[in-house]
């Protein structure tokens, strides 16, 4: 599948082969053009941005200037923003018009979720909500239908690195059991090509691996190990 341009609303299309997003967590920092050009030309389907605030996780990373950044040297790539902060609403005009095309938000934020995801529409992009590995799952259904992405955390959101937690396929599977044919449901934490074969098999078709692609040498070979080709 040829990399998914900007306007083509890769996550409004209807579910289909599964989709590899490299997070740009675990990239070169500086070098990163040239790091999000390598991922996306040797397979990669779009760019996972991780935003975090130092308050809802304990990390910093990065924020619109960067995506403003990696959408001027890549204006046809999909950028994927998951946000892992206290009080999305605020980033919403910034990212939109920094180039963002998806912004997720998490369930466990301070803002009223179903007016984020009016916002977000409003904004011109697509909406994603996510889950960390400890919450209800009841916390998150309420909420489902709004969303055109739904993020199962499969580790405890920060860092990359860490170790794929088994226990959130269930709430993979029941996500997949209620999501529309138009709706995808994500995976993010710890997803190397053996953990993506469950991920898989539960349902996700959005997997995003930091660890698993930047820190090998053949980001194609790990790109398509993720996928199962
Ligand atoms: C974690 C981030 C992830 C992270 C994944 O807080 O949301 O996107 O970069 O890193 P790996 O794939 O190394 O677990
Ligand atoms: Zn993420």
Redesign the pocket.
């Known amino acids: 599948m040829p990399a998914l341009k900007k306007g083509e609303s890769l996550f409004l299309a209807q579910r289909g082969a599964p989709l590899v997003a490299p ?1 740009i ?2 990239a070169d920092f500086a070098r990163l053009e040239v790091e999000c050009r390598a991922v996306m030309e040797q397979g990669a389907d779009l760019l ?1 941005l ?1 935003v ?1 605030d130092g308050h809802f ?1 304990p ?1 910093l990373s990065m924020g619109p200037a960067l995506c403003h950044a990696v959408r001027h040297h890549l204006p046809e790539t999909f950028l994927d923003v ?1 946000m ?1 902060v206290t009080n999305p609403g605020q980033f919403i005009a910034p990212f939109a018009r920094a180039g963002a095309d998806n912004f997720t938000i998490h369930v466990e934020c301070d803002e009223d979720i179903e007016d984020l995801a009016d916002a977000i529409h409003a904004a011109g992009m697509t909406a994603g909500l996510a889950i960390k590995p400890d919450t209800p799952f009841e916390d998150m259904a309420p909420y489902v239908d709004r969303f055109n992405l739904l993020l199962v ?10 170790a ?1 937690i088994p226990e959130v396929l269930e709430t993979t599977r029941r996500l997949d059991g209620m999501i529309r044919s138009d709706q995808h449901i994500q995976m ?5 090509p053996g953990s993506a074969v469950a991920c898989r098999e539960a349902g996700c078709d959005v997997l ?6 930047f ?1 090998g040498d053949d980001y194609g070979a790990s790109i398509a190990a993720l996928r199962g080709d």
């Open positions: 997070s967590l675990s996972h991780d975090m996780v990390n998951h892992m955390m499969s580790v405890h959101p920060g860092f990359s690195g860490q794929f993010d934490g710890g997803v190397d995003v691996a930091a660890s698993a692609i820190k």
